[in-house]
């Protein structure tokens, strides 16, 4: 009896079928607040709060599976004064002639338990702010290497537009000198026929109209160089560093030219602008969203299929809705399409920092990308800018 008593743990002789406390040591009502009469006037289920019962009945059921082997877990007790106490149970089935006792020593883990807890929601919060972290390292590199890699791209395009405006300006020349120049010959032989007859008129006449028809073909190939190369120019942008107010509708324009062969003739293009004001803006920055946008877009639809782009002007801000009838984004995805690192294309086809690149450069300008899908009919990306724009000393991408 005097081990009984002298243990620095509770200590409960427990009938193993009604669950009255048969007899309690002193530990017990040291730490719980009853004298030895009350416990053995008690059933060990008035020791646990209710909402422990649950808990209690699968310890039991556990105990009585274990057999004489004992069970160990922890329970939560509740003493007499209403405090809460975790203590970590070791139980032992005793058969004696007229009964089963169960034995419970009841070590006080509670500080333990609530330095462990803290301990677990320390180790959650870092590993939080490590996620963020990290999120925000990628998104930073994302961006790092897409503004070096664009940077690139502009240095090249400006550096190709240059090259190609030499030659295409003597083309040019030589094309107006040898057009007038068979305006005339044409003029001379239409005033002056040959006199070969009928059939060496008949001839001349076709070669004047190949000749005609090549310089046609000639200018207008010079034309659409011009065209391609004054896009490279506003795509690349190179003298616009600051924000600046630009006309969107130019932007996509010069887009949708550099993006020709990415669309070809699979993909129709139905443009829907509306009348809508410059905006404050890094032009250049916009143009990798709307090539970007573009695309995704003209990758999400198998064969031929349609993109149609919607401008209009709403609560202080302009809209960019790029929709195609592609095969739609899964509800269970969407949540994630602006994730850097997240794709579902091909290998290939995509690192998947387009978007959330995207997403950051709006951002930056103060705006949001809003997305609507369904599986099978098509996606929308609806981007919103505001006029003012965003303060300039957020512009670092």
Request: aromatic share 6%; glycine share 8%; hydrophobic share 40%.
């Amino acid at each position: 009896r005097e081990v009984f008593n002298g243990a620095n743990d509770a200590i409960f002789t427990i009938d193993a079928d009604k669950g009255v406390i048969l007899d309690a040591n002193v530990q017990a009502s040291r730490l719980l607040g009853f004298s030895h009469e009350e416990f053995t006037n008690m059933n060990m289920a008035d020791l646990h709060p209710p909402e422990e019962a649950e808990r209690v009945r699968e310890f039991n059921a556990a105990l009585e599976a274990a057999g004489s082997g004992g069970f160990t877990g922890d329970l939560v007790f509740r003493a007499k004064e209403g405090q809460r106490i975790i203590f970590n149970v070791s139980c032992s089935t005793i058969e004696m002639a007229d009964r089963r006792v169960v034995n419970r020593i009841c070590r006080d883990v509670t500080r333990t338990r609530e330095m462990e807890a803290e301990l677990s929601r320390y180790t959650r919060g870092l590993e939080a702010q490590y996620h963020d972290k990290n999120k925000a390292m990628r998104e930073s590199e994302a961006r790092l290497f897409q503004a070096e890699k664009m940077a690139a791209v502009g240095s090249l395009l400006a550096g190709v537009a240059h090259e190609i405006n030499t030659p295409l300006g003597s083309i040019n020349s030589n094309n107006e000198i040898f057009n007038l120049t068979f305006q005339k010959i044409r003029g001379f032989f239409e005033a002056n026929p040959p006199s070969g007859g009928p059939e060496a008129a008949h001839e001349l006449r076709e070669i004047l109209e190949i000749t005609d028809d090549a310089i046609r073909t000639s200018r207008l190939a010079c034309e659409r160089i011009v065209k391609i190369v004054r896009s490279l120019r506003t795509f690349a942008r190179l003298d616009e560093a600051e924000r600046k107010k630009a006309d969107i509708h130019e932007g996509i324009e010069s887009t949708l030219t550099l993006v020709a062969h990415e669309l070809k003739r699979r993909i129709n293009v139905v443009k829907e602008f509306g009348s809508v004001r410059e905006i404050e803006c890094y032009p250049n920055q916009l143009n990798q969203v709307f090539m970007n946008m573009l695309v995704n877009a003209s990758q999400a639809i198998d064969g031929e299929g349609e993109i149609r782009i919607r401008t209009w002007e709403e609560a202080d801000s302009v809209r960019i809705a790029i929709s195609d009838n592609g095969k739609g984004i899964p509800p269970e995805l969407r949540s994630k399409v602006f994730d850097p690192g997240f794709t579902t294309k091909q290998a290939g086809l995509g690192t998947g920092l387009g978007l959330s690149i995207c997403l950051r450069i709006v951002q930056d300008h103060g705006g949001w990308i809003e997305l609507d899908s369904a599986v099978g009919r098509g996606t929308t990306f609806t981007i919103v800018l505001p006029f003012g724009g965003a303060p300039e000393r957020t512009m670092n991408a």
